[in-house]
């Protein structure tokens, strides 16, 4: 196993939520719907589970307070940007059950934090290390374009089944997300972690199908959620595995 496994699944579970509320806010559920507090939960717990694993990487939990010390550290912006995620997942969480509907500007402001995230986490790694295959260019992509198409995987659950705005969107980011990973696997060449990030690509551009064929009615569409959920978000964790596989750390 890769010793920067916990980062992996950090950066894989947080990516799933910032992207879930991408899709939550430009794509809502039309009308009431009385399980619209499910959905912040699902945050909720990716977000916790990533935040506790992030915490592994330190090696030993009371690293943590040398952590908060240091407020530039990149872990340290990550945790603060987990810890505000999670905290607008409360609030919609308790806005839904009350009303019995999803509060559309809890969920723009989660969006919004997602995107910032994303974005911090990808400078993280463009900026931050020495690894000279994860500062190349397509880094700049992979994070957000996985996070993105592995979070309206995660959204198209929850959403309207006649959402097609949903799957187009979906199908473009995943053939993004496709592309930017053959790259990115082109960059590694041979080196370890190639493999796992070409085979990323092909199951992006599964779901890229899957969101296609939903959107012309040409698939069910509960079945079409739950298989684009599930490519999607193999794709983002096996070809983030292989990104972290070509550590020199």
Known sequence: MISEFPLMLFTVLTGIACGAYVGAALFP????DEKAWLFPVVVLVLAACGGLAATGHLGRPENIFNVLNNPGA???MEGICTGVLAVVAIIDLVLSKQKGEANRAVRIVGAIVGIVF???VTSVYTKSYGNPLWTATPTYGIFVLGGLAAGFGCWKLFADEDAKALDLAACAVSVLFALVLVWQASVFG???GMVLIAVGAVLALAAAVVAYLSSAGKMNAKTAGLVLAVLTIAALAVSRYGF???SII
């Not at 559920?29 to 009431?32: L, S, T």
């Open 29 to 32: 559920k039309k009308g009431a």
């Open 74 to 76: 990149s872990i340290t």
């Open 118 to 120: 994303l974005c911090i």
């Open 190 to 192: 041979d080196a370890e």
């Open 244 to 246: 972290y596989a070509a």
